[in-house]
């Protein structure tokens, strides 16, 4: 049975925020819950649609209205992700049920999307969670010293995690940022590569620089390096130390041995917060040689203070191919272990 809901908003400002440039917000919240939408003066309704579909529209409206009037102006992906299954989720018992009429919009539960911005001091934009996957993960990065997030290429652990140390350090809430990753060598030896070690290691440690200079100025970047609260390192040059007040975030951790894992987690200090991202999927260690991040996941699954977060296809934020080319490889994976692809 079609059902339609009206909102109604008692702003001009917040109707436009709402509606987004050319009314792309809303064609974007037609494209994904289907029916049809129009806005006429301060209303904006939904028919054609069945109940699940008016109360998703009633809770997306909620959601959009709150931010404009806290002084954010929603983008299409941010209301790509409110109508996508972060908020499918939260749906049950969060709106109440709506058989047509008018209703005022504005009020709800918290938004834990929106709770999760990452407003980075320099930064270019806001950066939000765009799922609910992705919205615990940052929620667990501030809530607890040390995080593992684990999940294929594309789906934000390495970006997000860098995000989160920006705003901590440039909001002078932490002392520095410390990069880092292990060493896997393919054919090449450190050594035989040209220049002095910053340059020997910048291959390895670029796609974190892709992710900081995607965030903030470039200048921003170099008056870090300049000042020192930037420093990055490979793996191997841990040992020994101890890291107070900082943020560190250890990438592509899946290529670390177990004994590198342990070295790397005791070298957390007093005040800090560590970061350990990587895709189990694409190890490329010997293969008698067992992954760290893998032991490390298997023994301190019930260590009280760690967080773990585990992002999946469904979480894929880049290139809209990359979702389908990760479920391809996982078929193929399936059939090459004798199992049914799911």
């Known amino acids: 049975m079609e059902e339609s809901i009206t909102i109604v908003l008692d702003n001009n400002d917040v109707l436009s925020g709402v509606c987004g440039a050319n009314d792309g917000n809303l064609k974007v919240i037609a494209g994904s819950l289907g029916g049809r939408i129009a806005a006429r003066g301060n209303e904006i309704s939904i028919s054609g649609v069945d109940k699940t579909g008016v109360r998703l529209f009633k809770t997306v409206m ?105 705003r901590l350090v440039l909001s002078k809430k932490m002392r520095k940022l410390v990069l880092t990753r292990p060493v896997v060598e393919a054919g090449e030896s450190l050594g035989y590569l040209p220049g002095d070690l910053a340059q020997k290691i910048n291959p390895y440690l670029r796609p974190l620089y892709d992710a900081m200079e995607a965030l903030v100025p470039y200048e921003a970047v170099r008056r870090m390096e300049d000042t020192r609260a930037i420093e990055v390192a490979p793996l191997a040059y841990m040992r020994g130390r101890s890291l107070n007040d900082c943020v560190i975030i250890l990438d592509e951790a899946q290529n670390t041995t177990r004994e590198q894992m342990k070295m790397f987690l005791t070298r957390i200090g007093q005040g800090a917060r560590a970061v350990i991202t990587g895709d189990t999927t694409q190890i490329d260690l010997p293969k008698r040689i067992e992954s760290g991040l893998i032991h490390a996941l298997s023994i301190l699954s019930n260590v009280e203070g760690i967080y773990f977060a585990y992002l999946h296809t469904g979480d894929v934020v880049r290139n809209p191919l990359i979702k389908k080319i990760i479920e391809a490889y996982d078929r193929e994976t399936e059939r090459s272990a004798g199992r049914k692809p799911s």
Do not use: W
Not at 71 to 78: A, L
């Open 62 to 166: 909620d959601r959009l209205v709150r931010a404009v009037r806290a002084g954010e102006y929603p983008s299409t992906e941010y209301v790509r992700a409110l109508t996508g299954d972060f908020l499918g989720y939260e749906i049950p018992g969060n709106a109440p049920e709506a058989d047509g009429g008018s209703v005022k919009a504005g009020s709800g539960k918290a938004d834990l999307l929106r709770d999760n911005l990452i407003q980075i001091p320099q930064g270019f934009t806001k950066v939000f969670p765009r799922s609910r996957n992705q919205a615990l993960y940052v929620e667990g990065m501030r809530s607890h010293d040390i995080s593992f997030c684990v999940g294929p290429a594309g789906t934000g652990k390495t970006y997000l995690a860098i995000a989160e140390a920006l």
